[in-house]
């Protein structure tokens, strides 16, 4: 299942694949930064109780768990949490990642090390994400993270 509708994201959507794991976290923690002031969670109430419920688990684990457990929702790992979590719907899914970019944020959430740099190979990428309007990066986001999650 894919939101992305038009060529420019779904070029997107299929560049993002192809990067590893930890290149996938760190490009949606860039994401988030560049567009945080303009979303406006809109989830029905059943959406956030359960991306709440999940992201409180992952909250709750040490601070290396907390990283393993986004890898293992990313690379699509059977784990326990990458099993709830693909049972979530998509809007859950969505909420999961925004709570856990505001987390980073609040600092109770593993961080991307501030001295991170992209890899090369990401300057296309990232450029073809800056030229999407705010909602193709919102259909692109929720398109990559509908995937991830148990297999």
Same mark, same amino acid.
């Given at each position: 299942? +894919? ?118 190979? +990401?300057?296309?990428?990232?450029? +073809? ?23």
């Amino acid at each position: 299942m +894919t939101f992305a509708t038009d060529e420019r994201t779904k070029k997107a959507v299929e560049q993002f694949r192809k990067f590893d794991v930890d290149t996938q976290l760190a490009l949606l923690w860039f994401g988030y930064l560049d567009i945080k002031e303009q979303l406006i969670p809109a989830n029905q109430t059943s959406a956030q109780d359960t991306a709440a419920a999940l992201y409180d688990q992952i909250k709750a684990l040490p601070k290396e768990q907390q990283l393993q457990a986004q890898r293992d929702i990313a690379s699509r790992a059977n784990s326990d949490i990458s099993r709830a979590y693909t049972a979530l719907s998509s809007s859950a899914k969505i909420d999961v990642w925004l709570r856990l970019a505001q987390g980073m944020e609040e600092g109770v959430v593993i961080q991307v090390p501030s001295n991170y740099k992209l890899p090369e190979n +990401t300057n296309d990428f990232v450029n +073809t994400i800056k030229g999407l309007e705010f909602e193709q990066r919102v259909d692109f986001t929720r398109s990559i993270v509908i995937e991830m999650g148990a297999k």
